[in-house]
């Protein structure tokens, strides 16, 4: 059965920053795509960061240079750096893995398998 599991959400101030975790079971292998979206309240969900099955590394605009996506040295590990946190950043982070990642026009766009249950990131101004 396959499990995705976030850790490490909390409240910060602006400025501010905080790792998050997830952990995958149930997959075969360690090549599979995996990433992080989030969704605010009231807004619909999107993509912050992705990295492929073959180490390419994506973000959305919104986090360039702010956050860092990784992958432990167990594969099936996940992590979010998140750096100058802002109150924008205010939102339910999930991860994702699984499914495909796609390129285009400089952007990409990834449509996961599974998703986990999220954990909540507030930034305080």
């Known amino acids: 059965q396959v499990q995705l599991v976030e850790s490490g959400g909390g409240s910060v101030q602006s400025g501010g920053s905080l790792r998050l975790s997830c952990v995958a079971s149930?997959?075969?292998?360690?090549?599979?795509?995996m990433g992080w979206f989030r969704q605010a309240s009231g807004k619909e969900r999107e993509g912050v960061a992705a990295?492929?099955?073959?180490?390419?590394?994506s973000y959305a605009d919104s986090v360039k240079g702010r956050f860092t996506i990784a992958r432990g040295d167990a594969a099936n590990t996940l992590y979010l750096q998140m750096n100058s946190l802002k109150p924008e950043d205010t939102a339910l982070y999930y991860c994702?893995?699984?499914?495909?990642?796609?390129?285009?026009?400089?952007?990409?766009?990834?449509?996961?398998?599974?998703w986990g249950q999220g954990t909540q990131v507030t930034v305080s101004s």
């Open positions: 994702a893995a699984g499914g495909s990642i796609a390129y285009y026009s400089g952007n990409y766009y990834y449509t996961p398998r599974d």
């Open positions: 149930g997959y075969l292998g360690s090549r599979y795509d």
């Open positions: 990295i492929a099955r073959d180490g390419r590394i």
